[in-house]
């Protein structure tokens, strides 16, 4: 098996503070592509239905073998569930595009919002570190207040205002405490 790219190069070329789009996530893949030439890799996208998920299956590249996992298939807050499937599957590359993202909900159902965006992240970062695989973790702007009127810096102080944003961050925590050489992208919109 081949070593993992150097992904952080493959993300330092996307400006994080932009909105994600479909043509921001085919220019995510074709810099993977770049960076694997004519080798294959196994990637694994949980919360392969969503918005993020949905674009990210329709624009994979044939270089790469993807599966894809929703709710139904991969619960990663089950920690049993996550630990088999990833020591069974062994991909190269974990895109976690999964959340809990009812905002308003999350106030009511701070148990659920925990359990998928800081338990669940925890969860694959921990199995990705034991694999070796790249993890890339998809996070959020309601990390901070909102107050600035231009874009974050990456090592700004976060500042969550609601549970959803504080569940989050509190993903972002673990994830780097358990895999530190994960990357964790930051985005205000996704469409």
Excluded at 114 to 137: F, H
Excluded at 146 to 173: F, I, M, N
């Amino acid at each position: 098996m081949s070593a993992a790219p150097d992904l952080g190069a493959l993300l330092s070329q996307i400006s994080l503070s932009i909105a994600w789009s479909g043509t921001i996530i085919r220019r995510f893949w074709r810099g993977n592509l770049g960076l694997l030439g004519k080798l294959s890799m196994k990637v694994l996208i949980v919360g392969s239905q969503g918005q993020l998920g949905t674009e990210l299956m329709a624009s994979q590249p044939a270089q790469c073998l993807v599966q894809g996992l929703d709710l139904e298939e991969l619960d990663i807050s089950d920690r049993q569930a996550v630990e088999t499937l990833i020591e069974q599957q062994r991909p190269q590359l974990i895109i976690n595009a999964a959340a809990y993202t009812a905002v308003d909900k999350a106030e009511s159902a701070a148990e659920i919002a925990y359990a998928v965006n800081a338990e669940g992240a925890a969860n694959l970062a921990r199995m990705a570190a034991c694999i070796n695989a790249q993890l890339i973790s998809i996070s959020t702007d309601f990390v901070f207040d909102g107050r600035r009127s231009e874009p974050y810096p990456v090592d700004h102080q976060a500042h969550p205002l609601s549970v959803y944003g504080a569940s989050k961050l509190a993903g972002e925590q673990q994830i780097l405490r358990l895999n530190p050489q994960a990357l964790i992208v930051r985005t205000a919109w996704v469409y």
